[in-house]
């Protein structure tokens, strides 16, 4: 059955700045993402998380923003812009069952996968994909919203990635959230 992909109409509620007072994006990215870094984030939307990294990484890092739908990624560029932050992002339309970047294979330092993977077509291509993608030791911080999403399903999520050359880290306490970090072996 064909996964529900959240609309672009609820992608301007997920970027509203009201809910910082649920996911302060910056606290939640502050340990991970530091200056110079090169950051994914799969499933951006409108670029909540991806803006706060793109100031965490600073003039010379970069946030990779990859999302199935271009009209995210179009508001997403626009509203880097409005905030000087355009020269340090970069927008990937990816297709429903892969992230298609094999030409960044090794080179993520941190990856976000937040609300997403719930929607992706394919998991064990996708986490075959993002192993592929991030360096050895690199972190990937995993949330699936509480309400649609079991613990369950996210523990499952979590034994594909671990088939795929993740460790679990650590639970990670988030609000309306199942999250985990996990972190990629050096293989
Ligand atoms: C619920 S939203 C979460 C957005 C964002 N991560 C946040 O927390 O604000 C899920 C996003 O993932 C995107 N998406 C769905 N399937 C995807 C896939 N296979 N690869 C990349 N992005 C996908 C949707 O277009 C949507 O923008």
Not at 24 to 50: E, H, R
């Amino acid at each position: 059955m064909a996964k529900h992909i959240c609309p672009v109409w609820m992608g301007y509620f997920l970027a509203s700045g009201l809910r910082k007072l649920l996911h302060n994006p910056t606290k939640l990215i502050g340990p991970y993402v530091t200056p110079d870094m090169t950051v994914l984030d799969l499933g951006c939307a409108m670029g909540f998380f991806s803006l706060p990294m793109a100031e965490a990484v600073g003039p010379e890092g970069k946030v990779v923003c990859v999302d199935v739908q271009p009209r995210m990624l179009a508001i997403l560029k626009r509203r880097a812009a409005r905030v000087g932050l355009a020269d340090r992002i970069e927008t990937h339309v990816c297709r429903k069952d892969s992230i298609a970047l094999d030409d960044r294979a090794g080179s993520f330092d941190f990856a976000l996968a937040f609300a997403v993977l719930h929607e992706v077509a394919d998991q064990e291509h996708t986490w075959d994909e993002l192993a592929q993608l991030l360096k050895p030791n690199a972190h990937l911080l995993l949330a699936e919203p509480a309400g649609h999403v079991t613990e369950d399903e996210v523990e499952q999520s979590v034994s594909i990635a671990r088939k795929h050359g993740f460790v679990f880290n650590k639970v990670l306490l988030i609000r309306w959230a199942h999250a985990a970090l996990l972190t990629r072996t050096v293989s």
